[in-house]
């Protein structure tokens, strides 16, 4: 999960325990990142159950970390992937005061990009917190 495809919608943050943390580029949804399994497989049923106990201990690790430095309101999970067939998982903050409250957040509304410095300074207060 590096190199091209990475680009197109997100940066990587840092290497979990059998994932990848990623900052999604599109940021209506302040520290929204995505936690993608270290491995090239479609399903959570394609690993062991060590594994999928390690994946979703990387996910509330993220989530955790998400919560600490943006203080969402709530956290939604997606795990989507039939158009990208590698198992990974959305965590999209979502606040009382934004759009999208009480709904189904859009997966890529296109509204909000950030410069090299702000997305910068995201990802140092997702590491701050993990």
Not at 5 to 14: P, Q
Request: a negative charge; one cysteine or more; charged letters at 30%.
């Amino acid at each position: 999960m590096r190199g091209e495809l990475l680009d197109k919608f997100g940066i990587f943050i840092c290497d979990l325990k059998v994932s990848s943390l990623i900052l999604f580029k599109e940021q209506s949804k302040p520290g929204r990142c995505i936690v993608a399994y270290k491995d090239h497989v479609s399903e959570i049923i394609d690993i062991s159950e060590e594994e999928r106990i390690a994946f979703m201990e990387d996910v509330a690790h993220a989530a955790r970390a998400i919560h600490a430095a943006f203080h969402p309101d709530k956290l939604n999970y997606g795990a989507y992937g039939d158009t990208g067939c590698h198992l990974h998982m959305h965590l999209c903050p979502k606040y009382k005061d934004g759009d999208e409250w009480g709904g189904t957040f859009q997966m890529n509304p296109q509204k909000t990009y950030l410069s090299e410095d702000e997305y910068a300074d995201m990802i140092e207060r997702i590491k701050a917190a993990l």
